[in-house]
């Protein structure tokens, strides 16, 4: 069996790394962040794919893994119902799945606070020299050298391997940010808890999108009364406004990401009062009662390999796929379960194991960022004004498309519809 790196504990190093030490390899995992992760992020759509990973990584997946929902709905700006579609579906959170994923992964394998600077092939394996991301004064912690056979890179969008390894492949900014969060539901009035909070909601206002929909609450606890209430809100952001957005009210500029808690107070007021007036009141009310929005660019990024000899990329640290097809982490699910497969074929010949992953892997990773440019034409097009071609939109196509589980069809049909096709109107 072979000595794996896992760089990147979140979710898909998570997967990966449980997934493959079930499997018998010897597994070690590295993440920048020390201590733990859990608190991060906000809603996820789960599919069925996405379950089958997780109990290939030893998770019991029963109805306490998210909160289930029947329908769909669309309300108009004054709160009435315009559009519903039955659509079964269960909707989890970041922090449920963290929690879940770390429980099952010995403590003695995770090493915090490490930050992988290169990976070097030598003849006996490869070497991954980390250090502290950024060492405090006084900070007597030396570089550290990981032996491996073989490395997967889970470290996301700013993957530092593949910086190394793809130095030519950067996030590609798709013209339009998402407001998200997460909003107690003990906090909400009568009349949202029962129009809004029990579905997967959607507010579709000119130019714009929002949806929302249910998650655990606090200690993931998904009793009711007790959850909360996810949203996310595109909006339109060219470059000036994506720079004023991402400056904290000190004037730092943060380009790689603004943390949740340096949001500028004056845009959350902006974003809270653009909300009401576009936006069904019982969405403009859960912006209100949403403690720390955060804001999130959305961006596209597609590597045209994702093995290089030993090292394999998976995860965001592979593909970024825009939100509305809702495959992120289902993605990393799907490319953990292939990494062990490969490995299951090929043994202990590495690089011939993450060629049969890419060749697994690579035609799926392209489609579903194809997809999800699809999906997200529309919003991108708001920026385009003298487009030729502006898509356009129906409710009933937003419900029918957006982050649905596409039942095991083969990736290859994913994207079927003739070359950059309007959507649905």
Request: hydrophobic share 45%.
């Amino acid at each position: 069996m072979a000595r794996i790196l896992v760089v990147g504990g979140s979710l898909g190093g998570l997967l990966a790394a449980n997934i493959l030490l079930r499997a018998g390899h010897e597994v070690q995992l590295v993440e920048k962040v020390a201590g733990s992760l859990d608190g991060r992020g906000a809603g996820i759509v789960t599919h069925e794919a996405l379950f089958t990973g997780l109990r290939r990584a030893g998770v019991t997946v029963d109805e306490t893994v998210g909160v289930a929902v029947a329908s769909r709905r669309v309300l108009a700006a004054d709160g009435s119902v315009t559009a519903c579609l039955e659509l079964p579906q269960i909707l989890t959170s970041w922090s449920r799945l963290y929690r879940l994923l770390r429980a099952g992964f010995p403590d003695e394998r995770v090493h915090g606070g490490l930050a992988v600077h290169r990976v070097e092939d030598a003849d006996a394996g490869l070497r991954v020299h980390c250090a502290p991301p950024a060492p405090a004064p006084g900070d007597l912690r030396h570089p550290v050298v990981f032996e491996a056979d073989a490395v997967v890179a889970s470290d996301g969008i700013r993957s530092a391997v593949r910086q190394q390894l793809l130095p030519q492949v950067e996030p590609a900014y798709a013209g339009y940010v998402a407001w998200r969060g997460v909003c107690d539901e003990a906090l909400l009035s009568r009349h949202t808890r029962e129009t809004a909070f029990g579905h997967f909601a959607f507010g579709l206002p000119a130019g714009e999108q929002f949806i929302g929909y249910p998650v655990a609450g606090p200690a993931n606890d998904c009793t009711p009364g007790h959850r909360r209430f996810n949203f996310v809100w595109y909006r339109a952001a060219d470059d000036a406004a994506l720079q004023r957005l991402m400056t904290d009210a000190d004037g730092v500029h943060h380009a790689l990401g603004i943390p949740p808690n340096k949001v500028s107070w004056r845009e959350i007021a902006a974003m809270r009062e653009a909300g009401r007036a576009l936006l069904a009141p019982q969405f403009a009310e859960v912006l209100e009662k949403t403690a720390q929005p955060f804001l999130q660019p959305i961006c596209d990024l597609a590597s045209p390999r994702v093995a290089h000899g030993r090292i394999a990329l998976m995860g965001d640290a592979a593909f970024v796929a825009r939100p509305h097809v809702g495959m992120g982490v289902t993605k990393a699910a799907e490319d953990a379960m292939a990494l062990a497969d490969a490995l299951a074929v090929h043994g202990d010949d590495i690089a011939a194991a993450w060629r049969a992953y890419e060749a697994a892997r690579l035609g799926p990773g392209e489609a579903v960022v194809r997809r999800a440019r699809r999906l997200g034409a529309y919003m991108q097009a708001q920026g385009r004004a003298a487009s030729p071609r502006l898509p356009r939109r129906t409710a009933e196509g937003v419900l029918a498309d957006t982050a649905i589980d596409l039942g095991g069809r083969p990736w290859s049909t994913w994207d079927d519809e003739p070359p950059d096709p309007p959507l649905r109107h």
